[in-house]
């Protein structure tokens, strides 16, 4: 069975868990407003000060006049073992404990400053306060700023109904328990406390209602109805309570004295003598850590809900940004081959097929390539004008006997060397495929995302690989080209050779050899033999550089596109490493601050499981 003192301790850790995680309700469901609270609400000088103060046992509110809480003070008090020195501690200062309680009340004032500057603005920030003492109970109290019916100068006039609709925040929710504070020498039927209270709890049972200034009512009239219930009928009882006088605090009676006043006060008067047992300010503290610990009891089940529904949220979200990566360099080198190769399957999905592009390759050689070969000039070398040309200059003073040699192989030379144009037109067309290709695998590949420097150096090693492969690849279809050059087909020539002759053409008709030997028709028929063989040396290469682009290109980009890379990576060092696996920087805050939550949630969770196990 879990005790009360541990229910209420475990509250207290949640709420400051609630706090780091800057969860201070608002939009949304939070963990923050599944847990109860305990908040003193009253118009100003109601004696909240005095209530809060007394419940705590310490003097540490700043006092002033006017508008002095201007954030919500969540105040924790936690019981320790009697005889231990008290102190106070700031969440936004941790590790600074406070022994001098008026240095408390500075450091509230500063804090307060801090946010809203020395304006007499509010803020809904709430300061975070605990109090670790032998004279206190477990209990988590929010001071807010008191309800005013003027702004003081300085303020602008909002300010009322802007306290209002803090203090409105606060007490609104199902969760707060409401710490209605009315001064019993004024007519409590226009307490602001009770009337904020009655329009969020209209039912009052989590209201509960504090009577102050009970001995400076005038002479003859009493808070009995009240406080008997007949009046203002609440769920629970109300309290009656005696704070110091100003005139008190001014000769700075301590608080222990103040209790002990406020006890003869009751146990001796006539009036509440016989309520005595249920009056005063260590009986208020004590009803509401037992009611606290009611509602906490029923509130556990919803609050572990809410926490394990964090929980998978977070979860989920981390699965989807990446969990954070290792540490040591062998699991860092891991994490990048894995991430190369992630890429690299992207990378032969596209030219294997699967995913789209690879068939632009092919559309290179089906299309680009012949059409490029078509649109090469040879009608205008092959002209029998140039053919001329170029067979006179291979002539040179002694024109050819039977056959101009050196003028075909001019006429060749020169027609092949036309072919090296389309050759590296190819090679270029398919490395701006693969490029293409390496630019979309990149994008596509998921893991990859996260990492926006890998993917870049990634990038960078795989067009430098696609430039060398290029460059052996122009090489590669060059030779080719030049091979063609360098030995002709003799069958093409002598298979020619031995035509006229199987045409056995009339002896009449036939052209005297001399006569025609330069004619048009002579230079025509070398034209259009060069033109044929020509024809021919182009089908061999419109086969031929195909089988080597994708030899030196294709084949090699999907074997070894990132072996240099894998080689380089391997001799990095750590940081080196670690700067490749550098991540976009906002998704780095964002995986920190979602860690940090599900730290938060998940030791929550444990708190919830060591107490209610107990
Ligand atoms: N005699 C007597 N004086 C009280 C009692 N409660 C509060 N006072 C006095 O009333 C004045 C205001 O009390 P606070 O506790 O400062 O009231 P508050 O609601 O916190 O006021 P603000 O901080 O201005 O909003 C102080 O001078 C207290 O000494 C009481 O029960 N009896």
């Given at each position: 069975?879990?005790?009360?003192?541990?229910?209420?301790?475990?509250?207290?850790?949640?709420?400051?868990?609630?706090?780091?995680?800057?969860?201070?309700?608002?939009?949304?469901?939070?963990?923050?407003?599944?847990?109860?609270?305990?908040?003193?609400?009253?118009?100003?000088?109601?004696?909240?000060?005095?209530?809060?103060?007394?419940?705590?046992?310490?003097?540490?509110?700043?006092?002033?006049?006017?508008?002095?809480?201007?954030?919500?003070?969540?105040?924790?008090?936690?019981?320790?073992?009697?005889?231990?020195?008290?102190?106070?501690?700031?969440?936004?200062?941790?590790?600074?404990?406070?022994?001098?309680?008026?240095?408390?009340?500075?450091?509230?004032?500063?804090?307060?400053?801090?946010?809203?500057?020395?304006?007499?603005?509010?803020?809904?920030?709430?300061?975070?306060?605990?109090?670790?003492?032998?004279?206190?109970?477990?209990?988590?109290?929010?001071?807010?700023?008191?309800?005013?019916?003027?702004?003081?100068?300085?303020?602008?006039?909002?300010?009322?109904?802007?306290?209002?609709?803090?203090?409105?925040?606060?007490?609104?929710?199902?969760?707060?328990?409401?710490?209605?504070?009315?001064?019993?020498?004024?007519?409590?039927?226009?307490?602001?406390?009770?009337?904020?209270?009655?329009?969020?709890?209209?039912?009052?049972?989590?209201?509960?209602?504090?009577?102050?200034?009970?001995?400076?009512?005038?002479?003859?009239?009493?808070?009995?109805?009240?406080?008997?219930?007949?009046?203002?009928r609440l769920q629970h009882p109300w309290v009656g309570i005696v704070n110091r006088s100003q005139a008190d605090i001014?000769?700075?009676?301590?608080?222990?004295?103040?209790?002990?006043?406020e006890r003869e006060y009751f146990e001796t008067s006539p009036e509440y003598g016989h309520l005595a047992s249920r009056?005063?300010?260590?009986?208020?503290?004590?009803?509401?850590?037992?009611?606290?610990?009611?509602?906490?009891?029923?509130?556990?089940?919803?609050?572990?809900?809410?926490?394990?529904?964090?929980?998978?949220?977070?979860?989920?979200?981390?699965?989807?940004?990446?969990?954070?990566?290792?540490?040591?360099?062998?699991?860092?080198?891991?994490?990048?081959?894995?991430?190369?190769?992630?890429?690299?399957?992207?990378?032969?999905?596209?030219?294997?097929?699967?995913?789209?592009?690879?068939?632009?390759?092919?559309?290179?050689?089906?299309?680009?390539?012949?059409?490029?070969?078509?649109?090469?000039?040879?009608?205008?070398?092959?002209?029998?004008?140039?053919?001329?040309?170029?067979?006179?200059?291979?002539?040179?003073?002694?024109?050819?006997?039977?056959?101009?040699?050196?003028?075909?192989?001019?006429?060749?030379?020169?027609?092949?060397?036309?072919?090296?144009?389309?050759?590296?037109?190819?090679?270029?067309?398919?490395?701006?495929?693969?490029?293409?290709?390496?630019?979309?695998?990149?994008?596509?590949?998921?893991?990859?995302?996260?990492?926006?420097?890998?993917?870049?150096?990634?990038?960078?090693?795989?067009?430098?690989?696609?430039?060398?492969?290029?460059?052996?690849?122009?090489?590669?279809?060059?030779?080719?080209?030049?091979?063609?050059?360098?030995?002709?087909?003799?069958?093409?020539?002598?298979?020619?050779?031995?035509?006229?002759?199987?045409?056995?053409?009339?002896?009449?008709?036939?052209?005297?050899?001399?006569?025609?030997?330069?004619?048009?028709?002579?230079?025509?028929?070398?034209?259009?033999?060069?033109?044929?063989?020509?024809?021919?040396?182009?089908?061999?290469?419109?086969?031929?550089?195909?089988?080597?682009?994708?030899?030196?290109?294709?084949?090699?980009?999907?074997?070894?596109?990132?072996?240099?890379?894998?080689?380089?990576?391997?001799?990095?060092?750590?940081?080196?490493?670690?700067?490749?696996?550098?991540?976009?920087p906002q998704l780095m805050e964002r995986r920190g601050t979602l860690a940090k939550r599900l730290e938060l949630y998940?030791?929550?969770?444990?708190?919830?499981?060591?107490?209610?196990?107990?």
């Amino acid at each position: 069975m879990a005790t009360m003192k541990s229910l209420i301790g475990l509250i207290n850790k949640i709420q400051r868990a609630c706090t780091v995680l800057g969860d201070h309700g608002g939009e949304g469901m939070s963990l923050w407003e599944a847990l109860p609270t305990v908040a003193v609400v009253g118009g100003q000088s109601s004696g909240k000060s005095s209530v809060l103060e007394s419940v705590v046992g310490r003097d540490f509110l700043p006092r002033g006049s006017g508008i002095v809480t201007r954030r919500p003070l969540v105040l924790q008090l936690h019981k320790t073992e009697d005889g231990t020195t008290e102190y106070a501690e700031f969440l936004h200062a941790p590790r600074k404990k406070f022994t001098d309680f008026a240095a408390v009340r500075k450091e509230i004032e500063d804090e307060t400053d801090r946010m809203t500057g020395k304006s007499k603005a509010i803020s809904n920030i709430p300061i975070q306060l605990s109090i670790y003492s032998p004279n206190v109970v477990n209990l988590t109290l929010i001071d807010l700023p008191g309800l005013t019916k003027v702004a003081v100068e300085g303020q602008p006039e909002s300010i009322v109904a802007d306290i209002e609709n803090m203090v409105r925040s606060y007490v609104e929710k199902p969760n707060c328990i409401i710490l209605a504070i009315s001064p019993a020498n004024q007519d409590i039927a226009t307490s602001d406390a009770i009337k904020l209270a009655k329009e969020v709890d209209p039912t009052g049972e989590r209201t509960f209602g504090v009577a102050t200034k009970l001995d400076i009512m005038d002479k003859g009239t009493d808070c009995l109805d009240v406080l008997e219930g007949r009046a203002y009928r609440l769920q629970h009882p109300w309290v009656g309570i005696v704070n110091r006088s100003q005139a008190d605090i001014n000769k700075r009676v301590d608080m222990i004295a103040a209790r002990r006043k406020e006890r003869e006060y009751f146990e001796t008067s006539p009036e509440y003598g016989h309520l005595a047992s249920r009056m005063g300010s260590e009986y208020l503290a004590k009803l509401l850590s037992q009611h606290l610990e009611t509602v906490i009891r029923q509130k556990i089940p919803s609050i572990v809900a809410l926490i394990n529904k964090s929980i998978d949220e977070i979860n989920a979200e981390l699965d989807r940004i990446g969990r954070p990566i290792a540490v040591d360099s062998g699991a860092q080198l891991y994490t990048i081959l894995e991430l190369c190769r992630a890429f690299d399957r992207v990378f032969k999905e596209h030219l294997d097929g699967g995913r789209p592009g690879g068939d632009r390759i092919y559309g290179v050689f089906d299309h680009q390539l012949p059409a490029a070969l078509k649109k090469l000039p040879f009608d205008r070398h092959l002209s029998t004008k140039n053919v001329q040309k170029v067979v006179s200059e291979a002539d040179g003073y002694q024109p050819h006997l039977i056959a101009p040699e050196q003028g075909y192989r001019r006429l060749i030379d020169g027609s092949i060397s036309y072919f090296k144009g389309p050759a590296e037109a190819t090679v270029d067309a398919v490395h701006f495929v693969l490029k293409e290709l390496v630019r979309k695998s990149i994008s596509e590949t998921e893991e990859l995302k996260r990492f926006p420097t890998l993917a870049s150096d990634i990038a960078a090693a795989a067009n430098e690989a696609l430039e060398r492969f290029r460059d052996e690849s122009r090489k590669t279809v060059l030779r080719l080209v030049d091979m063609e050059s360098s030995y002709l087909t003799v069958e093409f020539f002598r298979k020619l050779h031995m035509e006229p002759e199987k045409e056995k053409p009339n002896p009449r008709n036939a052209p005297q050899p001399n006569a025609d030997i330069y004619s048009d028709s002579h230079f025509r028929k070398i034209g259009s033999n060069v033109s044929a063989y020509i024809n021919m040396v182009c089908d061999t290469l419109r086969i031929s550089l195909p089988k080597a682009v994708v030899y030196c290109q294709v084949r090699e980009a999907k074997r070894s596109l990132l072996n240099f890379f894998y080689a380089q990576v391997g001799r990095k060092e750590k940081e080196k490493l670690g700067a490749m696996l550098d991540e976009d920087p906002q998704l780095m805050e964002r995986r920190g601050t979602l860690a940090k939550r599900l730290e938060l949630y998940k030791q929550a969770r444990d708190d919830i499981d060591a107490v209610a196990w107990k």
